[in-house]
């Protein structure tokens, strides 16, 4: 089946330890995104890559790192998390910028 | 900076009632459009989308919505709720040749049986 996996699906956490959510897709999609969504605001792009050693920022990415390795995985890294950080997190892939993304199944962060 | 503003926060409707949810964006360059569903509990999923051509798309489940160009607008449309609408409603903009994908706050949308 096609998908796009996170993991943890829930993690709450302390301040300062650094932690890595996982995104893996098996459709050999190019394109992975990472996402915030937070109530009222809509979802926000935290960084993206266009393929395999290339990533780019989005809108809101002070606080995170990437990296893209290999095709099928895009892992998001909070090297210090802070409270504002607290926010229910999306990873998308496509075939490229000009096809629609498929989203993961969310992970819920809060940090303490 | 480029934004995407929905004008409704919740709509609340009976089944049946007609249904149009705005968008509009800030950007001047050419754009690929798209509406984002999310049901209570489930993932982001496609409604439709916008790249070229006919400004009047369709998509799934009986939704459309209209490019117009000139007044930088994406409005989404139903003719009849129903109930399982229920839903969270997303447009969101990607510049051309761009890898960036720009949401909209969200429309809460709760249709009453």
């Known amino acids: 089946e096609a998908q796009v996996t996170q993991n943890p699906r829930y993690l709450i956490t302390v301040t300062g330890k650094k932690l890595t959510v996982t995104c893996s897709q098996n459709?050999?999609?190019?394109?992975m995104s990472w996402y915030r969504q937070d109530p009222g605001l809509g979802l926000r792009q935290i960084y993206y890559s266009m393929n395999v050693e290339v990533t780019d920022k989005g809108d809101v990415p002070e606080g995170y790192k990437v990296s893209r390795k290999e095709k099928r995985n895009f892992p998001l890294i909070l090297e210090s998390p802070s409270p504002n950080q607290t926010s229910l997190y999306f990873c998308a892939s496509s075939s490229g910028t000009y096809y629609e993304q498929y989203f993961g199944p969310g992970t819920r962060l809060t940090v303490t | 900076a480029q934004s995407v503003s929905q004008h409704n926060h919740h709509v609340i409707l009976s089944e049946a009632a007609s249904l149009e949810l705005g968008c509009n964006y800030s950007?001047?360059?050419?754009?690929?459009l798209f509406w984002y569903v999310q049901y209570p509990g489930q993932h982001l999923q496609l409604l439709l989308k916008?790249?070229?051509?006919?400004?009047l798309v369709k998509g799934i489940k009986g939704f459309e919505a209209e490019f117009i160009k000139s007044k930088f607008s994406f409005n989404l449309r139903k003719p009849s709720v129903q109930w399982s609408d229920t839903a969270e409603y997303f447009c969101a903009v990607r510049p051309s040749n761009t890898g960036k994908l720009i949401f909209g706050q969200g429309t809460t949308l709760q249709v009453k049986p």
């Open positions: 950007y001047g360059g050419t754009v690929n």
């Open positions: 459709m050999n999609h190019e394109y």
């Open positions: 916008y790249f070229s051509g006919d400004p």
